[in-house]
T-cell receptor
Framework: NAGVTQTPKFRILKIGQSMTLQCAQDMNHNYMYWYRQDPGMGLKLIYY???????DKGEVPNGYNVSRSTTEDFPLRLELAAPSQTSVYFC???????????FGEGSRLTVL | AQSVAQPEDQVNVAEGNPLTVKCTYSVSGNPYLFWYVQYPNRGLQFLLKYITGDNLVKGSYGFEAEFNKSQTSFHLKKPSALVSDSALYFCAVRPRTGANNLFFGTGTRLTVIP
């Protein structure tokens, strides 16, 4: 059981470039989330989805986009990368509103 | 505004001693409460949660947490710390109604000294 798989693990981007962080889960979870983790700041929610075809903004959505065409996949798109988007990104999934979240290993992104 | 506070950035404890990692929250209603642990270069792992019922919740690896409604606190505890417990601990809360978000504290780094 792979759980939540994120790719790539590391990436360096130049300012203005675009990229997609991939996230896939094999637990048939309806809820999926993208967080960013900055030092001393905890985790901030970027976007989330409660099921295929449904997405919604979190606390810090600017500069990002998501889609949820299948239950398994929840890619995060960065358009026009900026240094402020340098962070560690975590994807997570959960089976219910009261259940625990399962996190991927993270994707470390640096924008230079 | 919804918020979660972990007042201590760092907690040091000797191996074998009891440990406490503090968490207080300001969230409307009676939220669901969670603790997660993060080891270096890894994602967060679930430790325990409080949904309803007994105020003392037991979780993974011998950890427990006590919910105190009047103090809006959810402190993480363990009777006897292990060196392997050294990690970053996050408290998180989810409102029972409204936005489907999990609000995280800023984390507390626990170091258990041999």
């Amino acid at each position: 059981n792979a759980g939540v798989t994120q790719t790539p693990k590391f990436r360096i981007l130049k300012i203005g470039q675009s990229m997609t962080l991939q996230c896939a889960q094999d637990m048939n979870h309806n809820y999926m989330y993208w967080y960013r983790q900055d030092p001393g700041m905890g985790l901030k929610l970027i976007y989330y989805s409660v099921g295929a075809g449904i997405t919604d903004k979190g606390e810090v959505p600017n500069g990002y986009n998501v889609s949820r065409s299948t239950t398994e996949d929840f890619p995060l798109r960065l358009e026009l990368a900026a240094p402020s988007q340098t962070s560690v990104y975590f994807c997570a999934s959960g089976g219910s509103n009261t259940g625990e979240l399962f996190f991927g290993e993270g994707s470390r992104l640096t924008v230079l | 505004a919804q918020s979660v506070a972990q007042p201590e950035d760092q907690v040091n404890v000797a191996e074998g001693n009891p440990l406490t990692v503090k968490c207080t929250y300001s969230v409307s209603g009676n939220p669901y409460l969670f603790w997660y642990v993060q080891y270096p270069n890894r994602g967060l792992q679930f430790l325990l949660k409080y949904i309803t019922g007994d105020n003392l919740v037991k979780g993974s690896y011998g950890f427990e947490a006590e919910f105190n409604k009047s103090q809006t606190s959810f402190h993480l505890k363990k009777p006897s710390a292990l060196v392997s417990d050294s990690a970053l601990y996050f408290c998180a809360v989810r409102p029972r109604t409204g936005a489907n978000n999990l609000f995280f504290g800023t984390g507390t780094r626990l170091t258990v000294i041999p």
